[in-house]
């Protein structure tokens, strides 16, 4: 039998109980899940490694058909009354752990959003809506790509089912799971971006017009204003002028870049990293690791990484194989980086380029954030588990170690000297970060707002109109009057499971500045101490808890966008 008809069998079981408990409903589930969790794991990911072709689309098979069960399932009207009758019973929900009293909440929540709550009529409605919805994106994008034909729609599709499910906007609906929690929560802090990244924005753009200007005058033509279209050529041809990064590759050999990380993140969690001599792999490339406590007694889990290029595999990206998780005994989690670096020649090692070098330290980063996780549940365990707009927050630290001179001084060595980084390359290279950011940000706040101000409300709207002057009037830049439809060709706002969500990269960046500049680089810290307490308070939780709670705990306060701020260089707060 599959897991997929053991799975079945077993939700058919849990459906018909009378009088359902935690233990004889919900544990169930637990347990069928923490049993095949590594297999379907490891089939996923067979797709991005494997040498063989018919590996690789066999595991694709595999993948369709579990995220086609794992549909299905949430549909089961049947089983979501069986799991809301244990939500519903306060005096068994009181009784429950804290993990386990979260897991019952998500659970009803999950099946919920899925529509299993409505009456069978309504439910029939919310199928017509979803399969409408999937067939005018798929619609929309074929004509995009064509040009020929036109679509015409409204938000009423995605509204219609928001309020079908008990909520007032879609995006009501789509942030509720989230780290926000409502679109008020997410607006606020776009505004106080806005409003302090404007000066800041404000300057950037006179040094973009000058450039125009002097282009203009050159050619012997009058400049009538700087619009969307110049955008990119002179914020390029501006940081062109101010810094190159190509020079910097010689002090990032791949060796070099890993073993230092490595040690990095030693020191910041407490951990101990050995290299298995001759392991059963994939493949001749690939190395593998043991993770232990700093004291070398306690085991921790494994990792592997796969980082040169090789026919069919995937870019770079971190996959959980086996999550650990607390049953009678610990399962030991088992995690994989792959990348797909060029192969190093003979005498010369792999030179990385700086950015390289900082998406390396953010996925490393998620491998630790998935060995490192401490959860009785393996639902639970590691990135899978976390909010979209907070999954990104402990990367994004890590990625941003990468700009701090104290830490680069503890990366980068010459490849052939073994001289570290001069400190002028790394004071140009943190000017070249900053180059631009006012208007770069303020156009991801614009785009944030703007998709909100769509999603969440029920106004009628033209799209393309209210695009147009946002775009004014939040990034600085004007569109110049055209008819374009510019908004067409951004995805992120057509496909109904994005929609309402262009916000949460911001919010992960906000959070993880206020992380970085408040804990780990404020003068006279000790990074291991704070390193082991955010190890404690956050990455061990994974998703077992809400993750505003685990970052103000850290914080000793609610995060804010202060440090954020100040790192951009906008500092009228």
Same mark, same amino acid.
């Given at each position: 039998?599959?897991? !997929?008809?053991?799975?079945?069998?077993?939700?058919?079981?849990?459906?018909?109980?009378?009088?359902?408990?935690?233990?004889?409903?919900?544990?169930?589930?637990?347990?069928?899940?923490?049993?095949?969790?590594?297999?379907?794991?490891?089939?996923?990911?067979?797709?991005?490694?494997?040498?063989?072709?018919?590996?690789?689309?066999?595991?694709?098979?595999?993948?369709?058909?579990?995220?086609?069960?794992?549909?299905?399932? $949430?549909?089961?009207?049947?089983?979501?009354?069986?799991?809301?009758?244990?939500?519903?019973?306060?005096?068994?929900?009181?009784?429950?752990?804290?993990?386990?009293?979260?897991?019952?909440?998500?659970?009803?929540?999950?099946?919920?959003?899925?529509?299993?709550?409505?009456?069978?009529?309504?439910?029939?409605?919310?199928?017509?809506?979803?399969?409408?919805?999937?067939? $005018?994106?798929?619609?929309?994008?074929?004509?995009?790509?064509?040009?020929?034909?036109?679509?015409? &729609?409204?938000?009423?599709?995605?509204?219609?089912?928001?309020?079908?499910?008990?909520?007032?906007?879609?995006?009501?609906?789509?942030?509720?799971?989230?780290?926000?929690?409502?679109?008020?929560?997410?607006?606020?802090?776009?505004?106080?971006?806005?409003?302090?990244?404007?000066?800041?924005?404000?300057?950037?753009?006179?040094?973009?017009?000058?450039?125009?200007?002097?282009?203009?005058?050159?050619?012997?033509?009058?400049?009538?204003?700087?619009?969307?279209?110049?955008?990119?050529?002179?914020?390029?041809?501006?940081?062109?002028?101010? &810094?190159?990064?190509?020079?910097?590759?010689?002090?990032?050999?791949?060796?070099?870049?890993?073993?230092?990380?490595?040690?990095?993140?030693?020191?910041?969690?407490?951990?101990?990293?050995?290299?298995?001599?001759?392991?059963?792999?994939?493949?001749?490339?690939?190395?593998?690791?043991?993770?232990?406590?700093?004291?070398?007694?306690?085991?921790?889990?494994?990792?592997?990484?796969?980082?040169?290029?090789?026919?069919?595999?995937?870019?770079?990206?971190?996959?959980? !194989?086996?999550?650990?998780?607390?049953?009678?005994?610990?399962?030991?989690?088992?995690?994989?980086?792959?990348?797909?670096?060029?192969?190093?020649?003979?005498?010369?090692?792999?030179?990385?380029?700086?950015?390289?070098?900082?998406?390396?330290?953010?996925?490393?980063?998620?491998?630790?954030?998935?060995?490192?996780?401490?959860?009785?549940?393996?639902?639970?365990?590691?990135?899978?588990?976390?909010?979209?707009?907070?999954?990104?927050?402990?990367?994004? !630290?890590?990625?941003?170690?990468?700009?701090?001179?104290?830490? $680069?001084?503890?990366?980068?060595?010459?490849?052939?000297?073994?001289?570290?980084?001069?400190?002028?390359?790394?004071?140009?290279?943190?000017?070249?970060?900053?180059?631009?950011?006012?208007?770069?940000?303020?156009?991801?706040?614009?785009?944030?707002?703007?998709?909100?101000?769509?999603?969440?409300?029920?106004?009628?709207?033209?799209?393309?109109?209210?695009?147009?002057?946002?775009?004014?009037?939040?990034?600085?830049?004007?569109?110049?009057?055209?008819?374009?439809?510019?908004?067409?060709?951004?995805?992120?706002?057509?496909?109904?499971?994005?929609?309402?969500?262009?916000?949460?990269?911001?919010?992960?960046?906000?959070?993880?500045?206020?992380?970085?500049?408040?804990?780990?680089?404020?003068?006279? !810290?000790?990074?291991?101490?704070?390193?082991?307490?955010?190890?404690?308070?956050?990455?061990?939780?994974?998703?077992?808890?809400?993750?505003?709670?685990?970052?103000?705990?850290?914080?000793?306060?609610?995060?804010?966008?202060?440090?954020?701020?100040?790192?951009?260089?906008?500092?009228?707060?």
């Amino acid at each position: 039998m599959t897991m !997929i008809s053991k799975e079945r069998l077993l939700l058919d079981e849990i459906a018909t109980i009378e009088t359902p408990t935690f233990k004889t409903a919900i544990a169930p589930i637990v347990d069928i899940y923490n049993s095949h969790e590594p297999e379907y794991s490891i089939n996923r990911f067979l797709q991005h490694v494997s040498t063989e072709k018919e590996v690789r689309d066999a595991s694709t098979e595999s993948e369709t058909l579990e995220e086609s069960f794992k549909a299905e399932t $949430l549909l089961r009207r049947d089983v979501y009354k069986t799991i809301r009758a244990v939500y519903d019973n306060e005096e068994e929900m009181d009784g429950l752990s804290d993990e386990n009293k979260r897991l019952v909440q998500q659970m009803e929540l999950e099946y919920r959003r899925k529509g299993a709550a409505l009456s069978e009529d309504e439910f029939n409605e919310l199928t017509k809506l979803n399969l409408k919805l999937e067939e $005018l994106e798929v619609s929309f994008q074929r004509n995009i790509d064509s040009r020929d034909e036109k679509t015409m &729609f409204t938000r009423g599709e995605l509204e219609e089912k928001a309020k079908l499910l008990g909520y007032e906007t879609h995006a009501e609906y789509a942030l509720e799971p989230h780290m926000a929690k409502t679109p008020q929560a997410a607006y606020d802090m776009l505004a106080e971006l806005r409003k302090n990244l404007t000066e800041l924005g404000s300057k950037e753009l006179e040094q973009l017009e000058q450039l125009k200007r002097s282009d203009m005058h050159a050619v012997g033509k009058i400049y009538e204003g700087f619009f969307e279209w110049d955008r990119s050529f002179y914020a390029n041809k501006l940081s062109n002028q101010n &810094f190159s990064t190509s020079n910097l590759r010689c002090y990032f050999s791949l060796p070099q870049v890993i073993r230092n990380m490595f040690e990095l993140y030693q020191t910041l969690f407490g951990v101990t990293i050995v290299e298995m001599e001759n392991p059963r792999v994939w493949h001749e490339d690939v190395e593998m690791y043991e993770l232990w406590e700093a004291d070398k007694e306690t085991f921790v889990g494994h990792f592997y990484t796969d980082f040169f290029h090789r026919p069919g595999k995937s870019r770079i990206s971190v996959h959980n !194989i086996r999550s650990g998780y607390n049953d009678e005994t610990r399962q030991y989690p088992v995690c994989a980086i792959v990348a797909c670096f060029a192969k190093p020649e003979p005498n010369t090692p792999v030179l990385l380029h700086h950015t390289e070098v900082e998406m390396l330290m953010g996925e490393l980063g998620r491998v630790f954030q998935n060995m490192l996780c401490k959860t009785k549940l393996a639902k639970f365990h590691g990135c899978k588990a976390l909010e979209q707009d907070f999954v990104e927050t402990p990367i994004q !630290i890590l990625k941003d170690f990468m700009w701090s001179p104290h830490i $680069l001084d503890k990366i980068a060595r010459h490849y052939k000297t073994g001289e570290s980084i001069p400190h002028d390359l790394v004071q140009q290279l943190q000017a070249a970060k900053s180059n631009g950011a006012g208007l770069s940000y303020l156009r991801q706040v614009f785009l944030a707002m703007y998709d909100l101000a769509i999603y969440n409300s029920a106004d009628t709207v033209d799209a393309n109109t209210l695009f147009n002057s946002m775009n004014t009037d939040i990034s600085l830049i004007s569109c110049g009057g055209t008819r374009t439809f510019v908004v067409a060709k951004l995805g992120y706002f057509i496909k109904h499971t994005l929609a309402s969500k262009y916000y949460a990269h911001l919010w992960s960046q906000v959070n993880s500045a206020d992380i970085l500049h408040s804990c780990f680089l404020k003068d006279g !810290i000790d990074m291991s101490e704070v390193g082991m307490a955010f190890r404690t308070i956050v990455l061990e939780a994974g998703g077992s808890k809400d993750s505003m709670d685990g970052l103000s705990m850290f914080l000793g306060r609610e995060p804010n966008t202060r440090a954020f701020l100040c790192s951009l260089g906008a500092n009228s707060i």
